[in-house]
């Protein structure tokens, strides 16, 4: 049965830049070595947590990219605009408002502090029971 994770942050270091939670994550799939999808909002979102992954942690290296390149299969993160076709992978990380589509064994979704994304995250939450997926909450 596939999974969906629904990470809610409320610690501050994640509430002040919630892309770090992102990158956490992703450290966390590609020491497990599993190849991951981040669906980012905007190319704009893509751009930023393709420098945070560089930056935010000076001991880790996360191979990633922005989606696009010939060599995106061999690439462990990789962080998809909208618009930008990629194939399926076992693990997504997803920052946008609808639920993520395709084929894969886990969804992460990190959902920001404020009312308005909580609200949008009931509506993912409710469209992933719908589809079958088991369902948890993680409080960060």
Known sequence: MPRADFYLIAKPRFAAEP??????LARRAYAARQPTLIL????????????????????AF?????????????TA?????PGVATPDRPLLINLRDDCAT???E???????AD??????????W???QQRGFEVAKHDM
Do not use: K, M, N
């Open 77 to 81: 993160v990789l962080i998809v605009p």
């Open 102 to 104: 395709g084929t894969c």
């Open 40 to 59: 980012a909002r905007d190319l704009e979102q893509a751009e930023a947590l393709d420098e945070l992954l560089w930056a935010f942690d000076e001991d």
């Open 62 to 74: 996360i191979p990633h990219q922005i989606a696009g390149d010939d060599d995106d299969a061999g």
């Open 19 to 24: 892309l770090r939670l992102v990158c956490e």
């Open 115 to 124: 009312a308005a994304a909580r609200e949008g995250s009931r509506a993912r």
């Open 126 to 128: 409710r469209g992933y």
């Open 106 to 112: 886990r969804v992460l979704e990190v959902v920001a």
